[in-house]
Every structure is written in C-alpha cells, then in structure tokens.
C-alpha cells in the first residue's frame, strides 16, 4: 500500500479514496493504520454500513513544479 500512495503523491494526486464495508474488520483497521479517516457513511446499503474513507496526500514537489510549468 505503501508504493501505491508514493506513486500517487508522485503524480500529484492529492487525495486517495476507497470504499469498504463495517463486516469487513481487516480492511477497516488496515486502511486505519495506513492514514485513511472515516468520511462518510451509508447507512442504507443492502449489504450492511458502506463506509467511504480519505486519505490526503502530501504534494511531490516535482509534481508540483511540472503543474506549475503546464500553466
């Protein structure tokens, strides 16, 4: 997970969003560990709570300076 975030900070993406569902324990403490915050929940799913969760990148300085260049 750890690789996935370093690349999406070196492309610039600010922020980095997943779904998951409360039955599912691992994925909750997992995302938890890795930095993701709770940001939203569905309460109406049919498969039970949907949980959407956020975690915000730190800008990559040569991403930022090739954004910079396009404008």
């Known amino acids: 997970m750890a690789a996935q975030h370093e ?3 070196n492309q610039g993406y ?5 779904k998951t569902q409360n039955r ?3 994925m909750l403490i997992l995302n938890i ?3 993701f915050e709770i940001v939203a929940t569905d309460p109406t799913d049919k498969d039970g709570m ?3 969760m956020e975690k ?9 300076q090739a954004r910079v260049a396009e404008l």
């Open 24 to 26: 599912f324990k691992a």
């Open 50 to 52: 949907k949980i959407l």
């Open 14 to 18: 600010l922020t980095v969003s997943t």
């Open 7 to 9: 690349w999406c900070q």
């Open 56 to 64: 915000k990148m730190k800008a990559h300085p040569a991403s930022l």
């Open 33 to 35: 560990k890795h930095g």
